[in-house]
């Protein structure tokens, strides 16, 4: 959805979407979810992965990667098989995500953990 576009209720399909306007209420996605530096949606976000550039305030549940980048400003709390934050991002939330222990602690904690709730 292009530059100067705004959209008020829930957006649910079955693909990707591009993200340069603005986007009021909830997204749900098969497909990956992109939103450009510059536009702004306020809801919960659920895709197969996500990158965030501009601004985003609302819960994500992602399948698979979450990146957000330098010139993100994200409140809200994230779930993706993966979290990229990048240096210079603006953060308020909780992540989760699951993640790979290094291998002198393997031993002890049997392999894998899960961010605290």
């Known amino acids: 959805m292009g ?15 591009r993200v340069e306007g603005s986007v009021e209420g909830n997204i749900q996605l098969t497909g990956d979810l992109e939103i450009e530096d ?4 306020t809801g ?22 979450v990146t ?3 010139t993100a400003q994200y409140a809200g709390n ?8 990048e240096e210079g991002a603006a953060f308020a939330g909780r992540i989760e ?10 031993e002890r904690t049997g392999g894998r953990a899960q961010s605290p709730r």
């Open 97 to 106: 995500a699951e993640f790979d222990l290094p291998a002198e602690l393997t």
């Open 78 to 85: 994230v779930g993706g098989s993966e979290v990229i934050l």
């Open 3 to 17: 530059r100067g576009s705004r959209i008020r209720g829930r957006v649910h399909g079955d693909g990707s979407l």
């Open 44 to 65: 919960d976000v659920e895709a197969s992965s996500l990158v965030v550039a501009g601004q985003l305030t609302g819960d994500v549940t992602s399948r698979g990667p």
């Open 38 to 41: 510059g536009a702004s949606v």
């Open 68 to 70: 957000i980048r330098a």
